[in-house]
């Protein structure tokens, strides 16, 4: 087991390297669009613990994206007490208080597993955007509230998207060990055994409500953090900056990262941006293809092609890019283990 | 705890390793200009989206002429599906990674508003905003790289209510309204308008730009007995709300906003609630029958045609095509206005010193202007009516400049 621990740690160092490096190789545009993939990146480890470890799917993680996003609006805009906050410390607030609130949402999945649960979660989705509709004066309505765009502080010589890019990926390297470190320990292995046999689960002494209400808890974090990133990185939220559809695209990118897979994550958290955003690109490849004449910018276009982007990739990688990556490396990996 | 530690390490060399940058440059270069947009083409106001379509047709035009002094114009619209947080990332990703001049044309109130800010602190001009609020001509002074285009929603209003207070007897008004800046603005137009008659507004709805449908809103106004309904909704709401008036079978004299008005809109809806319906106008309606052998019709139609890209026959009737000719017709004019080597300032100076008369794509007689402290550029617009399935402008061409 220690050589597999070494075998992690320096795959980790590798990626913490070309994390650092990579900037140095691509336009500020392009660092500022590998940012928001480390939020996606950092909202999918929550969620593989809460859906891949622990078993319980939630379809409503977006909800909890804007609890974070909105808390960091709210303390750097309207402040405390008159007194705004430098956008930077309302990162672990927003994280905090979105952990909280999925601490309350974890009590009754207690109750509820498989469908019902996802049910439960979805509706929290659906409901939660239309809170600051309700509010305001305080949450902005549908208008939203704009922040200050990201400045380096402390005087850092560097841009703002650099800034975003590293700030975003050192948060999300922390959070990847400590949730690295969390599911390979005891956590990990009464999650897992939760998700695979509740009654023998709790038969061999792991305390259900602890652990069930700990995963939505701490996923809520994870994802309580990307919101807040986000909402820095994009100067504004409103309700629609944390639609319906992102809680859907979220268990996509755990679908496609691999449910298991912690670093394969980075791959979902990457289709999903690409998708969203560069679909139109898509068309254009597609349009190699002979007979074919897609107008990217026709209505629906891009829509149609996230959709089948998204069913060639199941089809083909239906373990995701962890499963994928498991099976090019696993016959190295396992020679690895069973030496030791 | 180790694995923290080297986490934190790492994270910390990463971000202070950070290197500069060299900072952009904007959008000109010896055979191009850039410039950019943010615009619906998905979404429940997609049909708007045209707008970005007719101006990129356009501007491959001027450029098959030559272009602005030899530059070709590339424009870049890039699709926010009426949603202000995309419209925010496409906005950056217009200054950032497509290099442009300038922001021009975004549409959408909420999300102009959204982008105001970043653009203002980046100095890049956002010009001839495709939303009538009137902040946006208004707020000048705090936020000087931004200007707007159609007439302010805030007189639109206005015009509506004196004309109610002129030409209606005993008038009972129900508002149906977005419950945004859009729709408030025309709503407090209207309320000037009424003036001492203010009363006769009986009732007002809000919905939210995010709802499914207004009917029961519609529902509700319909309820007030009201005689007169005032629709300051947008895109599908303005299509769900005559639908709901029809379906109700309310006959209350209905206004319809401008930016809702547009031909292709109204002739899909039931034309018992549609007939008679009253609006404004600036634009020439490539389906108004009265230019069917207009110069400026024929002309837009020919550049449809030619450089449009999958272009329809409907879209040669559809008033949105119009309006973003319209628009980027004032836009090479800026340019030209600009100089021979345009920068972001000498854009903005061009753009706060129009006096531009003969667009072809607005009424006759319409001259777009504009001072450093008076930044309505269109402002002059003709009452028009709807009946047997086409617009019919009436009385003469009246002003809508604030105050």
Known sequence: ?340 | MRVIFVCAVVAAVAVTSAGARPVATPGVSATEIRLGSSVPLSGEAAIAGNVARGIAAYFKYVNDKGGVFGRKITFTYLDDGYDPGRAVNNTIRLIQQEQVLAVFSSLGTSNNLAVRKLLNDAKVPQLYVASGATTFGRDYKKYPWTLGYIPPYSEEGELYGRYVVKNIKKPKIAVLYQNDDYGRDLLGGLKRGLGSKVKSIVASVGYDPTSADVQPQVTQLKASKANVLMVFAFGKFSLQAFNAVSRLAWKPQIFVNDVSSASALMAIVPQSAANGAISIVFGKDPAAPLWRNDKGIKLFQSILRKYGSSVNSRDLQDGYFTAGMATAYTMVDTLKKAGKNPTRQSVMNAATHLDEKGNPFVLPGIVIHTTPSSRFPLTQVRLQRWSANAWHPFGKLITARPG
């Open chain 1, 1 to 340: 087991m220690r050589s597999r621990l070494w075998l992690e740690l320096s795959g980790f160092t590798l990626l913490a390297l070309a994390v650092a490096a990579l900037p140095r190789f691509i336009s500020d545009f392009r660092a500022r669009e590998l940012a928001i993939v480390g939020m996606y990146f950092i909202a999918l480890i929550g969620l593989s613990i809460l859906t891949g470890y622990s078993g319980q799917i939630s379809l409503g993680h977006g909800a909890f994206m804007a609890i974070g996003g909105y808390t960091t609006a709210v303390l750097s805009v309207n402040g405390v007490y008159g007194h705004q906050i430098r956008d930077l410390w309302t990162i672990p607030i927003a994280g905090v208080i979105a952990g909280l609130a999925g601490l309350l949402v974890g009590v009754p999945a207690l109750r509820l597993s498989g469908l019902y649960l996802a049910l439960i979660t979805f509706g929290i989705a659906v409901s939660f955007p239309q809170l600051p509709k309700k509010f305001d004066h305080f949450l902005g309505g549908t208008t939203g509230k704009i922040l200050d765009l990201a400045k380096p502080p402390f005087g850092l010589a560097t841009t703002p998207n650099n800034w975003m890019y590293y700030l975003t990926w050192g948060i999300a390297l922390v959070l990847l060990g400590a949730a690295w470190l969390l599911v390979r320990g005891k956590t990990g292995r009464a999650l897992k055994a939760i998700r695979d046999s509740e009654v023998a689960a709790a038969s061999s002494g792991v305390k259900l409500a602890t652990y069930k209400t700990l995963a939505f808890g701490i996923s809520a974090f994870y994802a309580g953090v990307a919101g807040s990133l986000y909402a820095i990185a994009n100067a504004y939220v409103n309700p629609d900056v944390f639609p319906i559809i992102l809680s859907v695209y979220l268990v996509v990118g755990l679908a496609v990262g691999g449910l298991e897979s912690l670093v394969g994550l980075i791959a979902g958290a990457g289709l999903i941006y690409f998708l969203q955003n560069h679909a139109d690109t898509v068309a254009r490849w597609i349009n190699q293809l002979p007979a074919l004449n897609l107008d990217p910018k026709q209505p629906g276009i891009p829509s149609m092609i996230f959709g089948v982007v998204l069913i060639v990739v199941m089809l083909l990688l239906p373990t995701g890019a962890g499963g994928v990556a498991r099976r090019l490396f696993g016959s190295l990996t396992t020679r690895f283990y069973t030496r030791s």
